[in-house]
């Protein structure tokens, strides 16, 4: 699957984020957020690769700038989000492990 045929199938959901693949633990979703992001702690660790755009990511208390091709990891149970990113912001984001997230 490609981002621009991920990003589609989004697109024709008319939603923030869509399923695209499932294996054992890991779940792969394509995420493309209108103007503001309002997704809250999730119960696995999680993996984000940023397909396209520019912006700031928030999780717990670090902010910093984000661009194409950059992998973003967030702890099981972090309170995260992205900011002020650009129209075409979009990214693969990964779910994987047990609830509570993976010993570090």
Same mark, same amino acid.
């Given at each position: 699957m490609t981002p621009g045929s991920a990003l589609a199938a989004l697109d024709q959901a008319r939603k923030t984020s869509a399923g695209m693949f499932r294996h054992g633990s890991l779940e792969v979703?394509?995420?493309q957020p209108c103007g503001i992001d309002t997704q809250t702690p999730? @119960? @696995?660790d999680e993996l984000c690769v940023v397909i396209a755009g520019r912006g700031y990511f928030v999780c717990?208390? #670090?902010r910093r700038a984000f661009g194409p091709g950059e992998l973003l990891f #967030?702890?099981?149970g972090t309170p995260h989000h992205f900011e002020d990113?650009? @129209?075409d912001f979009s990214a693969w984001v990964m779910y994987?492990?047990?609830n509570g997230g993976e010993a570090a």
């Open positions: 979703e394509i995420f999730h @119960r @696995r717990g208390d #670090v #967030v702890p099981a990113f650009s @129209r994987y492990g047990p």
